[in-house]
Protein backbone atom coordinates (compact mmCIF):
# COMPACT_ATOMS: atom_id res chain seq x y z
CA UNK A 1 0.00 0.00 0.00
CA UNK A 2 2.49 2.55 0.84
CA UNK A 3 4.41 2.06 -2.47
CA UNK A 4 1.68 2.10 -4.60
CA UNK A 5 1.05 6.14 -2.53
CA UNK A 6 4.67 7.08 -4.15
CA UNK A 7 5.12 9.32 -6.60
CA UNK A 8 7.92 8.60 -8.76
CA UNK A 9 7.98 12.57 -10.03
CA UNK A 10 8.37 13.65 -6.66
CA UNK A 11 11.60 11.57 -5.85
CA UNK A 12 12.65 13.16 -9.86
CA UNK A 13 11.95 16.73 -8.23
CA UNK A 14 14.48 15.80 -5.08
CA UNK A 15 16.96 14.90 -7.21
CA UNK A 16 18.31 17.80 -8.26
CA UNK A 17 18.88 19.23 -4.69
CA UNK A 18 19.95 16.16 -3.24
CA UNK A 19 22.96 16.52 -6.25
CA UNK A 20 23.34 20.13 -5.08
CA UNK A 21 23.65 19.34 -1.54
CA UNK A 22 26.14 16.54 -2.39
CA UNK A 23 28.42 18.49 -4.13
CA UNK A 24 28.69 21.24 -1.45
CA UNK A 25 29.11 18.61 1.31
CA UNK A 26 31.34 17.57 -0.88
CA UNK A 27 33.94 19.92 -0.34
CA UNK A 28 33.56 19.33 3.44
CA UNK A 29 34.19 15.57 2.58
CA UNK A 30 37.95 16.86 0.87
CA UNK A 31 38.81 18.16 4.61
CA UNK A 32 37.52 14.30 6.04
CA UNK A 33 39.41 12.57 3.62
CA UNK A 34 42.59 14.41 4.44
CA UNK A 35 43.05 14.04 7.96
CA UNK A 36 41.35 10.46 7.75
CA UNK A 37 42.90 8.83 5.40
CA UNK A 38 45.97 11.20 4.72
CA UNK A 39 47.09 12.00 8.02
CA UNK A 40 44.75 9.39 10.07
CA UNK A 41 43.94 11.54 12.84
CA UNK A 42 40.42 11.63 14.56
CA UNK A 43 39.78 14.72 13.81
CA UNK A 44 36.23 15.96 15.24
CA UNK A 45 36.55 19.37 15.30
CA UNK A 46 34.38 19.45 11.68
CA UNK A 47 31.40 19.42 13.55
CA UNK A 48 32.24 22.36 15.01
CA UNK A 49 34.12 24.15 12.46
CA UNK A 50 31.25 23.64 9.53
CA UNK A 51 29.05 25.47 11.95
CA UNK A 52 31.80 28.53 12.72
CA UNK A 53 31.80 29.00 9.06
CA UNK A 54 28.62 29.48 7.98
CA UNK A 55 28.25 31.50 10.84
CA UNK A 56 30.91 33.55 10.24
CA UNK A 57 30.04 33.75 6.32
CA UNK A 58 26.23 34.73 7.26
CA UNK A 59 27.07 37.68 9.70
CA UNK A 60 29.42 38.97 7.28
CA UNK A 61 27.02 38.98 4.48
CA UNK A 62 24.21 40.60 7.14
CA UNK A 63 27.26 43.47 7.13
CA UNK A 64 27.43 44.09 3.46
CA UNK A 65 30.39 42.46 3.06
CA UNK A 66 30.81 40.78 -0.67
CA UNK A 67 29.78 36.79 -0.62
CA UNK A 68 32.77 36.18 -1.89
CA UNK A 69 35.00 37.46 0.57
CA UNK A 70 32.48 35.95 3.02
CA UNK A 71 33.78 32.64 1.80
CA UNK A 72 37.22 33.21 2.59
CA UNK A 73 36.67 34.65 5.84
CA UNK A 74 34.56 30.91 6.74
CA UNK A 75 37.73 29.40 5.13
CA UNK A 76 40.36 31.04 7.36
CA UNK A 77 38.44 30.41 10.80
CA UNK A 78 37.75 27.16 9.60
CA UNK A 79 41.76 27.03 9.48
CA UNK A 80 41.84 28.71 12.83
CA UNK A 81 39.91 26.05 14.48
CA UNK A 82 41.90 23.21 12.97
CA UNK A 83 45.30 25.06 14.15
CA UNK A 84 43.77 25.02 17.82
CA UNK A 85 43.03 21.65 17.79
CA UNK A 86 46.26 20.88 16.19
CA UNK A 87 47.98 22.69 18.95
CA UNK A 88 46.19 21.00 21.96
CA UNK A 89 47.20 17.39 20.38
CA UNK A 90 51.02 18.95 19.24
CA UNK A 91 52.01 21.55 21.80
CA UNK A 92 50.13 20.23 25.18
CA UNK A 93 50.02 16.63 24.41
CA UNK A 94 46.65 15.86 24.67
CA UNK A 95 45.20 12.84 22.21
CA UNK A 96 43.96 13.32 18.58
CA UNK A 97 40.40 12.72 19.51
CA UNK A 98 39.95 14.60 22.59
CA UNK A 99 41.88 17.86 21.29
CA UNK A 100 39.21 17.68 18.71
CA UNK A 101 35.99 16.91 20.53
CA UNK A 102 37.10 20.13 22.94
CA UNK A 103 37.87 22.32 20.04
CA UNK A 104 34.48 21.94 18.92
CA UNK A 105 32.82 22.13 22.23
CA UNK A 106 33.89 25.18 22.22
CA UNK A 107 33.29 25.83 19.50
CA UNK A 108 29.50 26.05 20.03
CA UNK A 109 29.73 28.71 22.31
CA UNK A 110 32.24 30.95 20.01
CA UNK A 111 29.44 30.47 17.31
CA UNK A 112 26.58 31.45 19.62
CA UNK A 113 28.37 34.72 20.43
CA UNK A 114 29.31 35.41 16.58
CA UNK A 115 25.39 35.13 15.52
CA UNK A 116 24.47 36.50 18.88
CA UNK A 117 21.40 33.91 18.97
CA UNK A 118 21.25 30.28 17.98
CA UNK A 119 20.16 31.35 14.50
CA UNK A 120 20.41 33.97 11.08
CA UNK A 121 19.17 34.46 8.06
CA UNK A 122 19.71 35.87 4.95
CA UNK A 123 17.35 37.15 1.89
CA UNK A 124 18.78 35.61 -1.76
CA UNK A 125 16.52 38.99 -2.87
CA UNK A 126 18.28 40.76 -0.75
CA UNK A 127 22.01 39.88 -1.24
CA UNK A 128 23.43 38.23 -4.43
CA UNK A 129 24.79 35.24 -3.22
CA UNK A 130 27.69 32.46 -4.56
CA UNK A 131 24.69 29.72 -4.45
CA UNK A 132 21.14 29.23 -3.43
CA UNK A 133 18.68 27.05 -2.90
CA UNK A 134 16.12 29.10 -5.05
CA UNK A 135 18.51 29.22 -8.22
CA UNK A 136 17.71 25.34 -8.76
CA UNK A 137 14.10 26.15 -8.71
CA UNK A 138 14.87 29.10 -11.44
CA UNK A 139 14.67 28.72 -15.53
CA UNK A 140 17.10 26.07 -17.37
CA UNK A 141 20.11 29.18 -17.48
CA UNK A 142 19.87 29.92 -13.88
CA UNK A 143 20.25 26.06 -12.89
CA UNK A 144 23.24 25.76 -15.72
CA UNK A 145 25.46 28.48 -14.39
CA UNK A 146 24.51 27.32 -10.56
CA UNK A 147 25.76 23.76 -11.23
CA UNK A 148 28.26 24.33 -13.61
CA UNK A 149 29.94 26.98 -11.27
CA UNK A 150 29.81 24.31 -8.26
CA UNK A 151 31.15 21.57 -10.17
CA UNK A 152 33.75 23.86 -11.43
CA UNK A 153 35.00 25.22 -7.87
CA UNK A 154 34.75 21.35 -6.75
CA UNK A 155 37.37 20.33 -9.55
CA UNK A 156 39.33 23.29 -9.14
CA UNK A 157 40.15 22.78 -5.50
CA UNK A 158 40.98 19.15 -6.57
CA UNK A 159 43.33 20.27 -8.59
CA UNK A 160 44.30 22.61 -5.96
CA UNK A 161 45.25 19.59 -3.72
CA UNK A 162 46.35 17.33 -5.95
CA UNK A 163 49.35 19.79 -6.72
CA UNK A 164 50.11 21.20 -3.32
CA UNK A 165 50.24 17.10 -2.24
CA UNK A 166 52.98 16.71 -5.10
CA UNK A 167 55.21 19.57 -3.21
CA UNK A 168 57.58 18.35 -1.01
CA UNK A 169 55.38 20.12 2.03
CA UNK A 170 51.91 18.16 0.83
CA UNK A 171 54.80 14.66 0.54
CA UNK A 172 55.65 15.67 3.95
CA UNK A 173 52.14 15.82 5.39
CA UNK A 174 51.15 12.39 3.57
CA UNK A 175 54.92 10.88 4.98
CA UNK A 176 53.40 12.20 8.41
CA UNK A 177 50.32 10.10 8.42
CA UNK A 178 51.75 7.09 6.80
CA UNK A 179 54.43 6.69 8.94
CA UNK A 180 55.58 9.29 11.96
CA UNK A 181 58.28 7.49 13.21
CA UNK A 182 60.20 6.89 9.95
CA UNK A 183 58.60 10.74 8.97
CA UNK A 184 60.53 11.74 11.91
CA UNK A 185 63.89 9.65 11.03
CA UNK A 186 63.89 11.71 7.46
CA UNK A 187 63.74 15.05 9.58
CA UNK A 188 59.89 16.09 9.18
CA UNK A 189 58.86 18.70 11.92
CA UNK A 190 55.81 16.01 12.26
CA UNK A 191 54.14 18.21 14.32
CA UNK A 192 54.43 21.03 12.37
CA UNK A 193 52.69 18.91 9.20
CA UNK A 194 50.02 17.58 11.83
CA UNK A 195 48.96 21.20 12.52
CA UNK A 196 49.20 22.18 8.62
CA UNK A 197 47.37 19.39 7.76
CA UNK A 198 44.19 19.97 10.06
CA UNK A 199 43.86 23.48 9.24
CA UNK A 200 43.31 22.66 5.69
CA UNK A 201 41.28 20.26 6.16
CA UNK A 202 39.16 22.37 8.60
CA UNK A 203 39.58 25.28 6.30
CA UNK A 204 37.89 23.02 3.41
CA UNK A 205 35.08 22.30 6.13
CA UNK A 206 34.73 26.19 7.37
CA UNK A 207 34.05 26.97 3.33
CA UNK A 208 31.37 24.25 2.94
CA UNK A 209 29.55 25.64 5.98
CA UNK A 210 29.96 29.21 4.38
CA UNK A 211 28.71 28.09 0.98
CA UNK A 212 26.19 25.39 2.76
CA UNK A 213 24.41 28.74 5.35
CA UNK A 214 24.12 30.54 1.73
CA UNK A 215 22.67 27.56 -0.09
CA UNK A 216 19.99 27.68 2.78
CA UNK A 217 19.62 30.66 3.67
CA UNK A 218 20.47 30.90 7.30
CA UNK A 219 23.15 29.88 9.70
CA UNK A 220 22.72 27.77 12.66
CA UNK A 221 25.03 26.69 15.57
CA UNK A 222 23.86 23.31 15.04
CA UNK A 223 23.69 23.17 11.38
CA UNK A 224 27.53 21.32 11.70
CA UNK A 225 25.86 18.25 14.20
CA UNK A 226 26.64 14.77 12.55
CA UNK A 227 28.48 16.22 9.73
CA UNK A 228 31.66 14.20 10.44
CA UNK A 229 29.52 11.50 9.54
CA UNK A 230 27.94 12.50 6.22
CA UNK A 231 32.00 13.36 5.68
CA UNK A 232 32.62 9.70 6.99
CA UNK A 233 30.28 8.34 4.34
CA UNK A 234 30.92 10.44 1.38
CA UNK A 235 34.89 8.75 1.95
CA UNK A 236 33.78 5.13 2.27
CA UNK A 237 31.49 5.05 -0.38
CA UNK A 238 33.39 7.01 -2.87
CA UNK A 239 36.48 4.34 -2.30
CA UNK A 240 34.01 1.78 -2.24
CA UNK A 241 32.28 2.11 -4.88
CA UNK A 242 34.79 3.78 -7.17
CA UNK A 243 37.79 2.81 -5.74
CA UNK A 244 39.16 0.20 -7.96
CA UNK A 245 38.71 2.41 -10.92
CA UNK A 246 40.77 5.05 -9.03
CA UNK A 247 43.79 2.86 -8.22
CA UNK A 248 44.71 2.09 -12.11
CA UNK A 249 44.80 5.61 -13.14
CA UNK A 250 47.85 7.76 -13.77
CA UNK A 251 46.55 10.09 -11.21
CA UNK A 252 45.03 7.80 -8.54
CA UNK A 253 45.29 10.82 -6.14
CA UNK A 254 42.59 13.09 -8.28
CA UNK A 255 40.61 10.40 -8.90
CA UNK A 256 40.48 9.07 -5.43
CA UNK A 257 39.34 12.59 -4.64
CA UNK A 258 36.86 13.33 -7.08
CA UNK A 259 35.34 9.88 -6.16
CA UNK A 260 34.94 11.69 -2.44
CA UNK A 261 32.78 14.53 -3.94
CA UNK A 262 30.56 11.50 -6.12
CA UNK A 263 30.23 9.67 -2.15
CA UNK A 264 28.95 12.53 -1.30
CA UNK A 265 26.56 12.92 -4.04
CA UNK A 266 25.37 9.26 -4.03
CA UNK A 267 24.76 9.60 0.05
CA UNK A 268 22.36 12.55 -0.73
CA UNK A 269 20.52 11.07 -3.26
CA UNK A 270 20.21 7.84 -0.97
CA UNK A 271 18.80 10.50 1.55
CA UNK A 272 16.15 11.83 -0.97
CA UNK A 273 15.27 8.08 -1.73
CA UNK A 274 14.65 7.29 1.86
CA UNK A 275 12.59 10.28 2.44
CA UNK A 276 10.80 9.39 -0.83
CA UNK A 277 10.25 5.78 0.93
CA UNK A 278 8.18 8.26 3.74
CA UNK A 279 10.61 6.95 6.36
CA UNK A 280 10.47 9.21 9.87
CA UNK A 281 12.66 12.01 9.16
CA UNK A 282 14.02 11.89 12.84
CA UNK A 283 15.75 8.73 11.60
CA UNK A 284 17.96 10.07 9.36
CA UNK A 285 20.84 10.38 11.71
CA UNK A 286 20.49 6.98 12.56
CA UNK A 287 20.25 5.95 9.07
CA UNK A 288 23.30 7.77 8.05
CA UNK A 289 25.18 5.63 10.96
CA UNK A 290 24.02 2.88 9.35
CA UNK A 291 25.16 3.37 5.67
CA UNK A 292 28.64 4.03 7.17
CA UNK A 293 29.06 1.17 8.95
CA UNK A 294 27.80 -0.95 6.30
CA UNK A 295 30.23 0.60 4.08
CA UNK A 296 33.19 0.03 6.17
CA UNK A 297 32.28 -2.50 6.75
CA UNK A 298 32.57 -4.01 2.80
CA UNK A 299 36.17 -3.85 2.56
CA UNK A 300 36.43 -6.34 5.31
CA UNK A 301 34.20 -8.87 4.78
CA UNK A 302 35.49 -8.86 1.35
CA UNK A 303 39.28 -9.58 2.34
CA UNK A 304 37.99 -11.63 4.84
CA UNK A 305 35.45 -14.30 2.61
CA UNK A 306 37.06 -13.75 -0.20
CA UNK A 307 40.28 -15.19 1.01
CA UNK A 308 38.10 -18.39 2.39
CA UNK A 309 36.70 -18.32 -1.02
CA UNK A 310 40.21 -18.84 -2.89
CA UNK A 311 41.42 -20.86 -0.07
CA UNK A 312 38.65 -23.58 -1.04
CA UNK A 313 39.44 -23.51 -4.31
Known amino acids: MILLSLNP ?31 DFPDLTVDGSLATGGAVAVMLIRADVN ?20 LLHTALGIPGILSSILTQISLYSINLNIMGKSNQAINVDQ ?40 TEQGQAIRATGCNMNMAKAQGINT ?43 AVIIGEVLLGKFCEKRKMAFAFTMVAVIIGAILYYIVIAFVLWLKMPSDDMKLFSAIVVAIFLAIPYLKGRYGKKGVAKQ
Open 67 to 86: PWIALLAAFAVGMLAGMITG
Open 127 to 166: YKLVVSLRYISGDALTKFKFYGGVIAGCLLLVVILYCYFG
Open 9 to 39: MSLLRAMPGACAQGLIWGIMALGVYITYRLL
Open 191 to 233: DFHTVLALMISNGLVGLCGGLYAQYQGAADVNMGRGAIVIGLA
